[in-house]
């Protein structure tokens, strides 16, 4: 189904026509930037925010993050990011990537010993030292950016990008190198994973539990020992959340929010969501 969102960020320019582009920039991003958002923002591409200053406490994914500045947060295309504290002195800047921009930058990195633990700590300090690395990074990919008689361009910025990786990045992950990883905590990664994917059309733990060549008693007492909450509740807080994303940033009637989640219609998607939250979807929409 396609359905075009409503953006409540204040972006300099239009979200469309960057979201074209294969690589966008911005540079000291305050706290009036963020403000405005109240409810769950859905990424529409890869984004990388260098977190400067200040402090910040978000909801990624579900999972929330009391993060203090300097801060490197890795957010994937189609996450959901919710704001619940931004200090005044907060400053950040970001890089968006264009799906097959992204893609070609984790090919190089598909070999380093640590891209798994990368894709695990999607929130992570920046080491102060660090810091005129990143500044030196934006400085690169401006200029590069600001000849735009050049036909090699996007590959530039790949480049640059690239050799930022290998010559900085990996150093904020190099705490967590000896992070070893039970097979209890890989299930938990692998399930959530998968629930992100597919919880518009699978809700039931049978699907999972098959998936993960476990028993469903097996794998809903592990994600629960390892998270502190069921894989049914996991399973339901997606569908809240995409719902609510739904809800207060997209074009679509309820009738088409209950229909894109495949609930079996209408009234049954609006009994679901009040069970969870206590209000009816119309409610939620119309809510300040």
Known sequence: MDYSYKYNLNLPQDVDSILEQEFWIIEDIGPEMLASIADPVKFSAATWIFMKQGSCNTDLNLINHKIEGPAFVMVESSQILQPHFISRDFKASVIVMSKRFRDNLFLFM???????II?????TPIPEDTL???DLLFKECNLIMADTENPYQSQAVLFCLTSFIFKTLYKWFLPYMNEITSNQGRMSDQFLMLAQKHFKRERFLDFYAQQLEVS????SRTIKAQTGYTAVEWIEKFVILEAKVLLKS?????QQISDELNFASQSFFGKYFKKITGMSPKEFRNKG
Not at 216 to 219: R, T, Y
């Open 216 to 219: 469903p008693k097996h794998l």
């Open 132 to 134: 005129p690395s990143v």
């Open 119 to 123: 894709s695990r700590h999607s929130v």
């Open 250 to 254: 997209s074009n679509l009637n309820i």
């Open 110 to 116: 598909s070999n380093m010993p640590m891209s798994a």
